[in-house]
């Protein structure tokens, strides 16, 4: 997953001949990396600690089939937020390393101008801009992860919970659905137009991120999961 997200940073970042800067790899990081390689990897990766939860003898040891669930969740959440600070440390790394330069979308040669067409007048804040990524990436994988689990915990196949949120986030990322989960709130090339907002890139995707997390606990209560061997 590493390599692919840093060939991936590269190649997008450099695209164009334009000067990169280090608030364009943010951009650049969210759609390309988190959303095209970290969420297929991190998936993968919840689905293999997750069979341990989904045993029979997991039901004996945890006492009831809904505190099964409940540490499928809170396993997720750990393995969410080691995720969201691991690909953010990945990308800040990357961005140290592929461009000396912190800010440029004042200058003609930035990326800002070849995607906008125009310089930026105001320079938006560094640190919402940080604390968009993370809570874009931590929404992303949220989502996914409790969708990958609802799906598993309702049809007792886990492949099709992977698959059903690999669909989601693509079918999202198209832009079929306008981005109703996902990329609507992605920090992406109309930021270089629209700015920067707290209500548009944390608390909308946050907001997002609980909707489908509490409707999708709501929906595992009415389904009966069964274990064989239990």
Same mark, same amino acid.
């Given at each position: @997953?590493?390599? #692919?997200?840093?060939?991936?940073?590269?190649?997008?970042? @450099?695209?164009?001949?334009? /000067?990169?800067?280090?608030?364009?790899?943010?951009?650049?990081?969210?759609?390309?990396?988190?959303?095209?390689?970290?969420?297929?990897? %991190?998936? *993968?990766?919840?689905?293999?600690?997750?069979?341990?939860?989904?045993?029979? @003898?997991?039901?004996?040891?945890?006492?009831? %089939?809904?505190? /099964?669930?409940?540490?499928?969740? %809170?396993?997720?959440?750990?393995?969410? !937020?080691? *995720?969201?600070?691991? !690909?953010?440390?990945?990308?800040?790394?990357?961005?140290?390393?592929?461009?000396?330069?912190?800010?440029?979308?004042?200058?003609?040669?930035?990326?800002?101008?070849?995607?906008?067409?125009?310089?930026?007048?105001?320079?938006?804040?560094?640190?919402?801009?940080?604390?968009?990524?993370? !809570?874009?990436? *931590?929404?992303?994988?949220?989502?996914?992860?409790?969708? @990958?689990?609802?799906?598993?915990?309702?049809?007792?196949?886990?492949?099709?919970?992977?698959?059903?949120?690999?669909?989601?986030?693509?079918?999202?990322?198209?832009?079929?659905?306008?981005?109703?989960?996902?990329?609507?709130?992605?920090?992406?090339? #109309?930021?270089?137009?629209?700015?920067?907002?707290?209500?548009?890139? $944390?608390?909308?995707?946050?907001?997002?991120?609980?909707? /489908?997390?509490?409707? $999708?606990? /709501?929906?595992?209560?009415?389904?009966?999961?069964? *274990?064989?061997?239990?």
């Amino acid at each position: @997953m590493t390599i #692919a997200a840093l060939i991936s940073l590269r190649g997008n970042l @450099m695209t164009g001949g334009a /000067v990169p800067c280090m608030y364009d790899i943010y951009l650049v990081g969210v759609l390309h990396v988190v959303s095209t390689f970290c969420v297929p990897f %991190v998936l *993968f990766y919840i689905l293999f600690v997750e069979r341990y939860n989904q045993r029979p @003898m997991q039901v004996i040891r945890e006492g009831s %089939v809904s505190n /099964v669930w409940k540490r499928s969740v %809170v396993d997720l959440l750990i393995l969410t !937020v080691f *995720f969201t600070l691991y !690909v953010f440390i990945l990308t800040t790394i990357a961005g140290l390393v592929f461009t000396d330069r912190f800010y440029n979308w004042n200058e003609l040669n930035s990326r800002c101008v070849a995607w906008s067409g125009r310089i930026c007048e105001e320079q938006p804040s560094f640190v919402l801009l940080l604390i968009s990524y993370i !809570v874009e990436t *931590f929404e992303t994988f949220l989502a996914a992860g409790i969708i @990958m689990l609802g799906v598993w915990w309702g049809t007792n196949k886990e492949w099709a919970g992977y698959l059903a949120s690999i669909a989601l986030i693509t079918v999202d990322k198209s832009g079929v659905c306008d981005g109703i989960i996902f990329s609507k709130y992605y920090i992406a090339g #109309a930021t270089y137009k629209k700015g920067l907002s707290i209500s548009n890139n $944390v608390i909308y995707p946050l907001l997002a991120a609980i909707i /489908v997390f509490v409707l $999708v606990n /709501v929906l595992v209560i009415f389904k009966k999961k069964e *274990f064989l061997g239990s």
